[in-house]
């Protein structure tokens, strides 16, 4: 069974930065694409950043600039590192896989806070 941990939020002040992990029992990540998704409170879930098997990249115009996704296939786990933090990019953080095709269970997710 397919297990994603997400760790690594907190609360931090605007212009700061977090690394967010995200570590996959019963999966290979480097055989799949994975993406990092976000959800601020009474928002729908959005994709924000994702990378293909071949660690091509990309990134929802809003944090394009900012975040950078990458993947250590030794540890099985994809990384999010986010720099220059707005109050806007609060949200429960998730990983999984960048499509509804394939979808794996929800982890329970990272909770970042942007605030002063």
């Known amino acids: 069974q397919v297990q994603l941990v997400e760790s690594g939020g907190g609360l931090v002040q605007p212009g700061g930065s977090l690394r967010l992990s995200c570590a996959a029992s019963g999966m290979i990540l480097s055989f799949n694409a994975m993406g990092w998704y976000r959800q601020a409170p009474g928002k729908e879930r959005e994709l924000v950043a994702w990378?293909?098997?071949?660690?091509?990249?990309d990134y929802a115009d809003s944090v394009k600039g900012r975040f950078t996704i990458s993947r250590d296939n030794a540890k099985n786990t994809v990384y999010l590192q986010m720099n220059s933090l707005k109050p806007e990019d609060t949200a429960v953080y998730y990983c999984n896989v960048p499509s509804n095709k394939g979808r794996k269970p929800w982890g329970q997710g990272t909770q970042v806070t942007v605030s002063s």
């Open positions: 990378i293909t098997s071949y660690g091509i990249t």
